[in-house]
């Protein structure tokens, strides 16, 4: 590896459509790490973030740049996956917030902006994306600067460096010249030397180094702030070394937070970042970033010191689950036809090795009923993606309703969790929303004009109600409206709240779906099937056009006879029907109902496939 002369640790906040993961592609290439003919896009590499466009796990990288070495910290959005943000944000000296020059900072961004500045970060500003036709960066600074005030932030937090760029074309400055199509055709005609080389300096400049003779001097000290699994080593704690250095084998006390207990364990791998590759290390320094393994039941927030130095450092707290959800073995007529893993057993541990790593999602076995577990996570969106991570590795496997997790006071009073909502939307739609989310009990604290035709709405709502509104509000807003929330409080219980207006058609037979029994059922509503489709008795195929289920036949083929008569052998022509995704599935079920997913199919059925027993436990509820 090279030399370092210092090490520096910088933490990423932005909202993912602001261009962060074109931006560290550019870092990269600017320091020589990453060629220009590689894959783009580097940080976010699982297949679900790709897919999604978010970020869903906290990743490290390093950047090699004039002899000096950057330690990069991404760090996941959304308010689901809020478990690994105050953690990895207690590993950095600073941050770089990046905001769209047309947007500006997004609901998203202030709320890991707001931990960084509580923990005291004084974060450079990039204004990104000032090559776009609209970009007005002049303003977008305004609005960043009111953001900070906004947030709490001192003096010395409010004077900070801002660097303008267009990652998409490796280009960065401190003074504008140009912006929007100007830029582009300057940069095309190559009047501009492009490189985000500007950033990596003013990084190095303003951010003081995490190493120091001093702090490497003194008695060795780490926390624990992410947790990793790896098949061959076992569980590895990354962490930052606050003061001394390590070596590989040497005897260390571990402080455990939770037991508030010591004990001494033994060395067995350093593991560094090398750009965005992994290297065993032999001895690691004071500021560097680093995973440590040989300690089995290493937990986050744990301390690692030298023999007989225990140094406290500041407790960690893991924000508490607000939402569970069932995840049982598949046990429907179609079961065991796609996936490899379909028992119990399978489920548990795939289930348990989940928690070594991802310590927001708990998990609670149910001695009574032992083929489901209860998982509990920060949001639906969390547990979504579980599943579909567990799709697609084989698993077949079922899923409830999502229910939030209530709570009591002293008083015995039931409480319930509350989100801030925040919606950017059409002013066009905003009468519809407004009603809908009134509906939903939600209290709206603010309303917003944004520009000429897009409004922001910023509602205090329950969070059981927001199950379901993703899919309403993409239905009612063709699309056009973009929605945040995050964990509020605990509050007042307020009472039953009506998910679903509509009623569901029921298959009421086994068999294969045929084009001329779903033709005969779209007048009763919305398909969710297509012709050819394998169903069975129980199995829901469509959303009924009033309220109520509607038990029917879609394996019911025409009769056949030997009159021919005009107009009795038109064409059929069904209109495509509603190819239903997981995380829509999820917030479309009532609690009657589950989602079945296997490595192929993602199928809605009720709970009782009976029409008999789902008659009589529907009475039992009713009393």
Not at 123 to 145: G, H, S, T, Y
Not at 338 to 344: E, I, M, N
Not at 476 to 488: L, N, P, Q
């Amino acid at each position: 590896m090279v030399k370092v002369l210092d090490i520096r640790n910088i933490v990423i906040i932005a909202h993912v459509d602001h261009g962060k993961t074109t931006l560290v592609d550019g870092l990269l290439k600017a320091s020589g790490q990453l060629l220009k003919t590689e894959e783009e896009r580097v940080l976010d590499h699982l297949e679900l973030e790709r897919e999604k466009g978010i970020t869903i796990k906290a990743k490290n990288a390093s950047i090699i740049y004039k002899g000096h070495k950057i330690n990069i910290i991404d760090t996941p959005g959304h308010s689901d996956f809020s478990g690994e943000v105050e953690r990895v944000l207690g590993m950095a000296d600073s941050s770089l917030l990046i905001v769209d020059a047309v947007e500006g900072p997004m609901p998203q961004t202030r709320f890991v902006l707001a931990k960084s500045l509580k923990i005291g970060h004084r974060p450079i500003v990039v204004i990104n994306k000032i090559d776009r036709e609209f970009a007005n960066p002049d303003k977008v600074l305004n609005d960043v600067f009111d953001l900070f005030d906004e947030l709490g932030a001192t003096s010395e937090q409010l004077d900070f460096p801002v660097i303008y760029a267009s990652a998409k074309f490796c280009y960065a400055t401190k003074e504008i010249t140009n912006i929007g199509l100007e830029l582009q055709k300057e940069i095309a005609a190559n009047k501009i030397q492009c490189s985000l080389a500007p950033i990596l300096d003013l990084i190095i400049e303003k951010i003081p180094p995490a190493s120091t003779p001093e702090k490497e001097n003194q008695s060795f000290q780490l926390q624990i702030m992410n947790l990793e699994y790896d098949d061959y080593i076992g569980r590895i704690g990354i962490g930052r070394i606050f003061q001394g250095k390590i070596k590989k084998n040497d005897v260390v006390e571990v402080f455990k937070n939770q037991t508030q207990t010591t004990e001494r364990k033994r060395i067995s791998k350093i593991i560094g970042f090398d750009g965005l590759k992994r290297v065993e290390l032999s001895e690691a320094i004071s500021g560097d970033v680093v995973g440590i393994a040989g300690i089995e039941d290493i937990q986050i927030g744990d301390i690692i010191c030298e023999v007989n130095q225990i140094i406290f450092g500041p407790r960690i707290e893991i924000e508490e689950p607000t939402i569970s959800m069932f995840f049982m073995i598949n046990d429907s007529p179609l079961s065991g036809k796609d996936g490899k893993f379909l028992t119990t057993r399978h489920l548990r541990e795939r289930l348990l090795k989940e928690t070594l790593t991802n310590i927001s999602i708990r998990v609670i076995e149910n001695q009574e009923k032992k083929d489901r577990f209860e998982v509990q996570g920060r949001g639906d969106l969390q547990l979504a993606i579980l599943a579909e991570t567990l799709r697609r590795e084989g698993y077949e496997l079922q899923l409830s309703r999502p229910e939030v997790i209530l709570k009591q006071d002293e008083n015995k009073k039931i409480l319930e969790p509350y989100e801030i909502l925040v919606i950017d939307l059409p002013e066009a739609f905003s009468g519809t929303v407004i009603s809908e989310l009134n509906r939903r009990k939600g209290m709206l604290q603010k309303l917003d004009t944004l520009n000429a035709s897009t409004v922001r709405l910023e509602y205090i709502i329950p969070t059981r109600s927001l199950i379901g509104f993703r899919n309403f509000l993409i239905t009612e807003t063709k699309g056009m409206a973009s929605f945040f929330s995050r964990f509020s409080h605990y509050g007042n219980y307020l009472g039953p709240i009506s998910n679903r207006i509509n009623g569901v058609l029921v298959s009421m037979t086994d068999g294969v779906a045929v084009s001329y029994a779903l033709w005969q059922l779209e007048e009763r509503g919305k398909l969710f099937i297509g012709p050819g489709t394998q169903v069975y008795k129980g199995m829901i195929i469509g959303e009924h056009s009033r309220e109520g289920d509607l038990e029917v036949n879609p394996c019911k083929e025409k009769k056949l006879t030997n009159i021919r008569a005009s107009g009795s052998d038109e064409a059929i022509r069904l209109t495509p029907h509603i190819q239903i995704t997981l995380e829509q599935a999820i917030e479309y079920i009532e609690d009657d109902e589950y989602v079945e997913i296997t490595p192929k199919h993602i199928r809605l059925r009720k709970k009782y496939l009976d029409p008999n027993e789902r008659k009589k436990m529907s009475r039992m509820v009713l009393r």
